[in-house]
């Protein structure tokens, strides 16, 4: 049964909305009132919540588990505990007498469960990716069942579901996919009877477990994908991303003061912004959204009244440039095979990529080489010994890839053509086009992303007092990268 047709079982009028609330938006007792605050402000609405990790708990569990398996357990054990101590400390805030022996044994549950996982790998002295899965989402498991006790307490009828039990994935750990007719059936069983009781199921964003029940996550930042995923199968009205700024921006506030909130933008641009860096968005978001048309709308938990962005089908910018993204911690790999490129050396290429969990944003070949730029080089020693005898691997770190995304932007080379004079005191190493029209992107020293993406914003969204921008000029030469 498809996520339309499941819909139409509720009473005319209801419509369901997912509403996702990242780690910022439940970080603490203000926060989590807030949001409170706003899934009883969407009366007549049947709401379902996703909710991530209280802010910073993903990092601590990561820093504990690397810590644990380098035989630092005291320290791993502390850390545990402090996280720990801050949910009940939370709870204590939030959850009335009523229903804190349940919470607390969940919590307490959860504790165990994450001590016994560290007293592990200082035992095996080993974190691979899929004890990694477990270990993160625990912040998750917490998490949402400290937000479902909270909703009750404040008299929202409230759930908790366990994601776990419901969105199945493949086995890469670390970065899984989900097996999507099966979560989607497993999502309808699971929360359509909630829904049918008026009851708003709470889920644990992120996290996954493949079919044979082992845990997986999304990849960080994946709370964003989970809601779309719910959201798909379920048919919602739309998705709400609530975070921690006013919106999809023209670029990261954080590193522009001048950024500006976009109203409207398409499906197409957003995953383009994410998939460029756009941290707002997990990347893989907007493709369930996409797929079954649902609207997501991205709005600040902190700032409710402010209307934030409507990412839909139709929405358009309007602008030329749309927005500027900037992706750090970016490798650009070069792939010398030892033998003329065919298929068969490709393959051998991506698949020793894939095995390793190493996302290849961008590729361009020339003769006998390939350029890659990647997201993480944690993998790349061991990917260039299995590639010894397929090609030789060289690598430089510290780059970020600065991206100006539009609708229809390779259609405009004169935006290339001034954007690259504009940084070219930068250093700027390579200019490389997407394989979409949306993108035009630059490769600058990390040292030097803020300077290249105020510089950009400048010339692209230029303030009430400076001219409009001359779109007149010649073309840009393209080195593909
Ligand atoms: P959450 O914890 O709610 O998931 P994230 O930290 O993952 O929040 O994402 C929100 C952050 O994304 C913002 O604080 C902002 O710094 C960053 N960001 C990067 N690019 C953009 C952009 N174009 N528009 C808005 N925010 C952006
Ligand atoms: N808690 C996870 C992370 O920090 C997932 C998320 O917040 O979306 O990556
Ligand atoms: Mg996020």
Same mark, same amino acid.
């Given at each position: 049964m498809s996520g339309r047709e499941r819909q139409s079982r509720f009473e005319q009028g209801d419509e369901v909305v997912v509403m996702k609330f990242g780690g910022t938006s439940v970080e603490d007792a203000t926060a989590i009132r807030r949001l409170i605050g706003i899934v009883q402000s969407r009366s007549g609405a049947l709401p379902v919540l996703v909710v991530s990790a209280l802010a910073r708990v993903t990092d601590q569990l990561l820093e504990a588990g690397n810590a644990a398996a380098k035989g630092r357990l005291g320290w791993a054990l502390a850390t545990a505990r402090e996280?720990?101590?801050?949910?009940?400390?939370?709870a204590e805030e939030l959850v009335g007498a009523a229903r804190r022996d349940a919470l607390d044994r969940e919590l307490r549950r959860d504790f165990r469960d994450l001590e016994s996982l560290l007293h592990g790998l200082e035992a095996s002295r080993q974190l691979d990716l899929r004890c990694q899965d477990h270990l993160l989402g625990i912040g998750e498991c917490l998490s949402s069942k400290l937000v479902t006790a909270a909703l009750n307490g404040a008299g929202v009828e409230a759930a908790q579901v366990d994601a776990r039990q419901c969105i199945v994935t493949d086995a890469r750990h670390g970065q899984a996919s989900p097996i999507w007719e099966l979560t989607n059936q497993q999502l309808q069983n699971a929360l359509l009877p909630w829904l049918e009781c008026r009851q708003a199921p709470v889920l644990g964003g992120f996290i996954a477990s493949t079919s044979d029940g082992v845990p997986t996550t999304l990849g960080r930042g994946g709370?964003? +994908?989970? /809601?779309?995923?719910?959201?798909? &199968?379920?048919? !919602?009205?739309?998705?709400?991303?609530?975070?921690d700024v006013d919106g999809v921006m023209t670029t990261d506030p954080k590193l522009c003061p001048e950024a500006r909130v976009i109203r409207k933008m398409s499906f197409d641009e957003a995953a383009?912004?994410?998939? +460029?860096? /756009?941290k707002v968005?997990?990347? &893989?978001?907007? !493709?369930?959204?996409?797929?079954?048309?649902?609207?997501?709308?991205?709005r600040n938990s902190r700032n409710p009244q402010g209307e934030g962005t409507e990412i839909a089908a139709r929405a358009r910018t309007g602008s030329t440039v749309s927005a500027i993204t900037a992706k750090r911690h970016?490798?650009?790999?070069?792939?010398?095979?030892?033998?003329?490129?065919d298929?068969?050396?490709l393959s051998a290429i991506y698949g020793a990529f894939d095995r390793h969990a190493c996302t290849v944003d961008?590729?361009?070949?020339?003769?006998?080489?390939?350029?890659m730029l990647v997201g993480s080089t944690v993998a790349l020693p061991q990917i260039a010994a299995e590639l010894k005898g397929v090609a030789h691997l060289r690598w430089e770190n510290h780059k970020a890839l600065v991206s100006l995304v539009g609708d229809n932007l390779r259609r405009r080379p004169e935006v290339a053509s001034r954007a690259l004079a504009?940084?070219?005191?930068l250093d700027v190493r390579v200019s490389c086009q997407g394989a979409s029209d949306r993108t035009i992107s630059f490769l600058v020293e990390e040292s030097k992303v803020e300077e290249s993406v105020r510089i950009l914003h400048h010339m692209f969204f230029p303030g009430q007092r400076d001219a409009a921008p001359d779109w007149g000029g010649t073309s840009a030469a393209f080195c593909q990268v």
């Open positions: 996280i720990y101590v801050r949910h009940e400390r939370l709370s964003d +994908f989970t /809601a779309a995923i719910v959201g798909a &199968a379920l048919g !919602a009205a739309r998705v709400e991303i609530w975070t383009e912004m994410a998939h +460029f860096g /756009a968005l997990h990347p &893989a978001t907007l !493709a369930p959204a996409m797929r079954e048309n649902i609207p997501v709308h991205v970016v490798a650009n790999v070069e792939v010398e095979p030892l033998q003329a490129i298929s068969l050396v961008v590729m361009g070949t020339s003769p006998g080489r390939l350029s504009a940084v070219s005191d």
